[in-house]
């Protein structure tokens, strides 16, 4: 069965603490991204990367960091810097040019 | 400047009645076109795209949608909307290589 991991669900940490989130896909794809989203903002995107050991900065990226040493994988960390770290991520993944595809979210909920 | 709009943010629709959902966009040239749908707690699932050629295109669950060069739109559409069709629904443009959302419309489907 092709298509895109997250892991966990749902995430529970304390303020201050940095945490990993985890992104994996078996489709083959060149291209991964981080997405966030909150209610009403439809998705905001955090960090892409088109190729393994290169990624570029999205929209949002201050206090997240990423990286690609797999071309199936694709970690984001929640660093302390990120000032309201509580959303729900989202990780895609596509050939080229061409349309994303989505798995299941990672809920994480920092207090 | 927002790029990508889908001015209904609720829209309630009863069972078997059609669906329209629209979305405006901001972009000199023609762009690659997506509507995706998602359900409370999970990712997002493509519906449909528009690359090139026939501008109504057939999507999965039965959505169809239409682009329109002189509107810049791509209003999504269902003749006869089913109670499994409630569902966030997110418009998504590709503008300067890189892929923007709308905000997201709420579809709710009474009895």
């Known amino acids: 069965d092709g298509g895109i991991t997250q892991s966990p669900k749902y995430l529970f940490r304390k303020e201050g603490q940095n945490v990993t989130l985890s992104c994996e896909q078996n489709?083959?794809?060149?291209?991964m991204y981080w997405y966030r989203q909150d209610p009403g903002q439809g998705l905001r995107l955090i960090y892409y990367?088109?190729?393994?050991?290169?990624?570029q900065k999205g929209d949002i990226a201050e206090g997240y960091s990423v990286s690609r040493e797999k071309k199936e994988s694709f970690p984001l960390t929640v660093t302390s810097a990120q000032k309201n770290p509580t959303a729900f991520y989202l990780c895609?993944?596509?050939?080229?040019?061409?349309?994303?595809?989505f798995g299941p979210g990672t809920r994480l909920t920092v207090t | 400047a927002q790029s990508v709009t889908q001015p209904d943010i609720h829209i309630t629709v009863s069972e078997g009645a059609s669906l329209e959902l629209r979305c405006n966009y901001s972009?000199?040239?023609?762009?690659?076109l997506f509507w995706y749908v998602q359900s409370p707690g999970q990712g997002l699932q493509l519906l449909l795209k528009?690359?090139?050629?026939?501008?109504l295109v057939q999507g999965i669950k039965g959505f169809e949608a239409e682009f329109k060069r002189s509107q810049s739109s791509f209003n999504l559409r269902k003749p006869s909307v089913h109670w499994s069709d409630a569902a966030e629904y997110f418009c998504?443009?590709?503008?300067?290589?890189?892929?923007?959302f709308g905000a997201g419309t709420q579809v709710v489907v009474t009895p």
């Open positions: 895609a993944s596509s050939t080229a040019g061409k349309e994303q595809y």
């Open positions: 489709l083959n794809h060149d291209a």
């Open positions: 990367s088109q190729i393994v050991n290169d990624f």
């Open positions: 972009y000199g040239a023609t762009p690659y």
């Open positions: 528009y690359f090139s050629g026939d501008t």
């Open positions: 998504a443009v590709v503008i300067w290589g890189k892929l923007q």
